[in-house]
C-alpha cells in the first residue's frame, strides 16, 4: 500500500503512535523520504490481507488525488491475483493464483542496494536504522553478504529480508576492507 500522509493524518485508521520506519524510494520524480508501517487490515473485494506493509509519504505532487482517492494499491497485492480489466465494462476481476498466500515482507535493515557498472553499492542509508548503528555509508561497495561474494544484487537482497537475523557485509570504502555485522529488524512489531 501506498498512501498520502496527509490522508493518515485525516484519518482515524492509523495510531497516531504507531512505529513508523524511516524508507527511501526512488523513482522519475528522485527521491523521496517514506515511512514504512504495517496496516493491520486491508479488504480487496471479497479478499483480506493482515498486517500489510504500508508506504506512507508527504505526497507533493497529488500523485494519490486526495482527498478523492487516499493511496494507491501496490504490486505487492496485485501480484498475488491474476487481474482481468475489462474497460468497456468498467469492471475489475480478480483471481487469486499461486502468489495470494505468500508472505509480506517485514524485513527493515535501512539500507537500499544499487547494481551500477556492475558494482554493488550502498544508496541510501536510514537515520535511526539497523544498517546506520553498525556504521554503512551511503557509497560503500559491497563486497559480499554472509560469506557470500557473487555480486549478485537478488541474491544479496533476499539476505536482508529475513527479519531477527545478523548480517554480516564485507564493504569497501575509501580503499579499505571491513565488515560490520547487525540485525534485520521486523517492522511488525
Partial sequence: MLLSKEFTEDSIFFDKKKKRWIKEAEGLGGKIDMELMVMKEVKLGPYRFRNV??????????????????????????????????????????????????????????????????????GDVAKGSPAEAAGIKEGDEVIGINKVFTQNLDQYKVALQTPNEKVKIVLRRDQRLFDVEFKVKSILR
Avoid: K
Avoid at 497485492?77 to 508472505?103: K, W
Fill in 53 to 122: 506493509p504500508t508506504f506512507v509519504f508527504n505526497d507533493e505532487n497529488n500523485v494519490t488525488s486526495y482527498p478523492y482517492m487516499c493511496g494507491i494499491l501496490g504490486n505487492d497485492i496485485l501480484r498475488r491475483f491474476n487481474v482481468i480489466l475489462n474497460y468497456p465494462a468498467g469492471e475489475i476481476h480478480l483471481l487469486p493464483n499461486t502468489h495470494y498466500r505468500d508472505q509480506f515482507d517485514y524485513s527493515y535493515s535501512g539500507i537500499e542496494l544499487y547494481l551500477i557498472n556492475g558494482i554493488i553499492i550502498i
